[in-house]
């Protein structure tokens, strides 16, 4: 089982919130693996809209995806480019 941990920073305008994080977890609810957001003490299910938009990640942001599962590698390849798209 892969566990993948990677810092990115927010690149998107409107940051994590409404459309953007509703986004990723419709992606995120595509895997099996486990995936967790970290930002500073923060630490949130992926999988859970509410969840993301309680971490008030905004433009510039420094959060960390963490997946862990069988199928990380491929998680980690969508889940990136939602939150480092400059929309």
Do not use: W, Y
Request: aromatic share 2%.
């Amino acid at each position: 089982m892969a566990l993948i941990k990677k810092k990115i920073v927010i690149r998107n305008k409107q940051g994590l919130h409404a459309r953007p994080a509703a986004l990723f977890v419709q992606v995120a609810n595509k895997f099996d693996s486990r995936i967790t957001l970290k930002r500073d003490k923060e630490e949130v299910n992926g999988k859970s809209i509410m969840g993301i938009l309680m971490l008030g990640a905004e433009k510039g942001s420094e959060i960390t995806i963490e997946i862990e599962g069988d199928d990380a590698s491929s998680a980690i390849a969508e889940l990136e480019k939602i939150v480092s798209q400059e929309e």
